[in-house]
């Protein structure tokens, strides 16, 4: 690192000093005086932080708009990507939509028995219902394993309980729902900045963890039926029926349209195959999460640096 | 000249023939008239002219149809009478014949005629021989009420069940005629056996036969019986199986009997609840039937309110799936459309 740099650094660390330091010397008249020293220095670390983010945002874009050196726009190829799915999660994607398709193609026939698809598929496809509902059975028991692994996989894995922390909806769900309809409307310039999980991801997560509750719990009752008032079997036999619809009809027109036909990924997005996202598709469909893994990597490499400087200084 | 020797043929032809049926009478008109077979079993060869003389073919000559006796006194073996001497399509005496011969010889009685079954019954053992009627006859053998007596003369034991069972009852003894005899069944020159797969008793069928009087447009609803047992089989597991021709599921007669279908209510029904854990529990069925498993309603109609909270829960469904859609659709729309008027502003 060459001198100017050193000092020019040096001076913007000092700058966003002296700002944090103003900042909260402005809000110092409003702040209630009972409130402890401590809370004031962390929000003031906090606003430093920010700053300290902002300005590197700020030097990198000017860095790569003006570099006579344009690794990024050129070489599009080694864009650097982010882990969205992890192997194990992609592997309970995988176990559930194979398992889903066999489900429906041997499910729907039976709701809509009067189609003449639907004989076709059961008599001369699967060679009768026999054999059709032997291999509804057997996705059944994959479905409940992707179940049962899912569980486990927010319980016991890091990245899982992470995930489905992130997963839980909040207040600002809502807020960015509205948020979009109103840029739908034209009555907003942009979209609202989504974190990990955007609004309509956690619908999507929801309403699968609604639908595996409904359908291995009717389907229970109707393969184990024998066991149960005939009643309970009638409700199960009408919701097993009804939110398999429900639930089809979700996924063709739904989730095909997010991962299929909507313009930006059409044919498909390979996201659940490979798991990864690109820098650019990161920083333009998840701005928020993005800013937090940039942020902890700057952290972390001057977390690293000072420890370096410290050790050189026990050193000497 | 010719004229006369026509007519002179004519008045001869007509005297013989009055002339040969009273030669038979000479004896078959006498009481007492039989035979002793070699097993000693006595048979009355007694014929009563006013039967005949009542029935369909009044007037007719016994040699129209005991054809093989042209002397007297005949062979003592006569072949059976064969009534498609005169009742074949375009005959000129204007015997009733529609393809209803074809029909019996396809059907299980014609087949076992001609595989040589000396049981096995040809027209007149159920229509009758001397006192054949119009079909349309109260007193024909063939007529609605007498019907299951006549297939009972060789189904006995069928007889007996049947006319216990809630048809019986409801015909013979309460003159319904609109409950079923054999033949509402099991039809009549077609009847099949239930093993055979186009017969009206297969299993692949009975609900349809059932349904004549049992499904929406049937004569049940007359008798406050309801109307919707078929549609509610249709929708039901077993129908919708039966509808991928799956044989093995259960069919109307599989749960209600057939020849001993009795009301619920009796005792000794098949789905009377003291029994319905027996039937749904038949070793190749539900042999694991619990009676709590047994006992609730069948037929169901989940879009009849009568049926509680399976009515409410597709109710619930049908909103959420309609509700969940359009506002799935509307999104994807609204995206859709940014996404062309943004494209279009050139960024």
């Given at each position: 690192m060459d001198e100017r740099t050193h000092n020019a650094q040096a001076k913007r660390e000092q700058i966003i000093e002296d700002l944090t330091k103003a900042i909260v010397d402005a809000a110092q008249p409003h702040i209630d005086p009972s409130t402890p020293r401590e809370e004031i220095d962390k929000r003031a670390k906090e606003i430093t932080e920010r700053l300290q983010f902002e300005s590197n945002i700020a030097l990198s874009e000017l860095v790569t708009r003006f570099s006579r050196i344009k690794p990024a726009t050129e070489q599009p190829a080694q864009e650097r990507t982010y882990i969205r799915f992890g192997r194990n999660f992609r592997a309970q994607h995988m176990l559930m939509f194979m398992s889903v398709i066999l489900l429906i193609l041997t499910g729907m026939p039976l709701k809509f028995p009067e189609f003449g698809i639907s004989k076709f598929m059961i008599v001369t496809v699967f060679g009768g219902l026999q054999n059709s509902t032997l291999i509804h059975r057997i996705a059944a028991v994959g479905l409940i394993i992707v179940g049962v692994w899912h569980v486990g996989y927010i319980a016991f894995s890091r990245m899982g309980r992470r995930d489905f922390w992130l997963m839980?909806?909040?207040?600002?769900?809502?807020?960015?729902?509205?948020?979009?309809?109103?840029?739908?409307?034209?009555?907003?310039?942009?979209?609202?900045?989504?974190?990990?999980?955007?609004?309509?991801?956690?619908?999507?997560?929801?309403?699968?963890?609604?639908?595996?509750?409904?359908?291995?719990?009717?389907g229970l009752i109707l393969w184990f039926k024998e066991m149960f008032n005939k009643g309970l079997f009638d409700i199960a036999r009408e919701a097993h029926s009804d939110e398999g619809l429900l639930a089809t009809l979700a996924i063709i027109i739904w989730h095909f349209y997010n991962v299929h036909f909507n313009p930006e990924v059409f044919p498909m997005s390979w996201v659940w195959w490979n798991g990864k996202l690109t820098e650019s598709q990161l920083k333009h469909h998840h701005p928020l999460e993005y800013a937090e893994i940039i942020n902890a990597e700057r952290k972390e490499v001057e977390l690293r640096a000072e420890k370096q400087s410290t050790g050189a200084e026990s050193e000497s | 000249m010719r004229m006369r020797v026509t007519l002179i043929l004519f008045i001869l032809t007509v005297a013989a023939s009055v002339a040969a049926q009273e030669r038979c009478l000479i004896c078959h008109a006498k009481p007492g008239f039989s035979r002793v077979e070699e097993t000693g079993r006595k048979i009355s060869l007694f014929i009563d002219t006013t039967i005949i003389g009542h029935s369909v073919h009044a007037g007719k000559l016994c040699t129209d149809c005991h054809v093989d006796v042209t002397t007297i006194p005949h062979a003592r073996e006569l072949a059976p009478v064969n009534c498609r001497r005169c009742h074949y399509s375009g005959n000129p005496v204007g015997a009733p014949q529609g393809e209803l011969y074809d029909q019996y010889a396809q059907s299980v009685h014609g087949q076992e005629v001609a595989g040589g079954n000396p049981k096995a019954p040809i027209c007149q053992d159920c229509h009758g021989s001397h006192d054949i009627k119009s079909h349309d006859s109260p007193d024909s053998r063939m007529a609605k009420m007498n019907r299951p007596k006549t297939c009972g003369g060789c189904h006995i034991e069928i007889y007996a069940t049947y006319r216990e069972s809630v048809h019986g009852v409801a015909l013979l003894r309460d003159s319904v005629m609109d409950s079923p005899d054999c033949a509402s069944c099991h039809g009549e020159h077609n009847i099949g056996r239930p093993t055979d797969t186009t017969s009206q008793v297969s299993p692949a069928h009975v609900s349809q036969t059932c349904g004549e009087c049992h499904g929406p447009m049937g004569v049940a609803s007359k008798y406050g019986i309801k109307s919707d047992r078929t549609t509610t089989f249709e929708d039901s597991f077993h129908g919708i199986a039966h509808q991928m021709e799956n044989r093995t599921v259960a069919n109307c007669a599989s749960c209600h009997g057939f020849h001993d279908i009795r009301p619920q209510d009796d005792p000794k029904s098949s789905i009377n609840t003291a029994n319905i854990v027996t039937t749904c529990g038949q070793s190749n069925c539900h042999p694991e039937a619990s009676v709590q498993f047994a006992s609730g309603k069948i037929h169901v109609d989940p879009h009849n309110k009568e049926s509680g909270l399976v009515y409410y829960i597709t109710k619930f469904f049908t909103i959420l799936t309609i509700g969940t859609l359009a506002g799935l659709f509307v999104f994807i729309v609204l995206d859709l459309f940014r996404r062309a008027q943004r494209s279009r502003s050139g960024k």
């Open positions: 839980i909806p909040r207040p600002h769900d809502a807020k960015d729902f509205f948020h979009t309809l109103m840029y739908y409307l034209g009555r907003k310039p942009s979209g609202p900045k989504f974190g990990r999980f955007s609004f309509i991801e956690k619908f999507d997560y929801w309403a699968v963890y609604w639908g595996m509750v409904v359908m291995i719990g009717s | -």
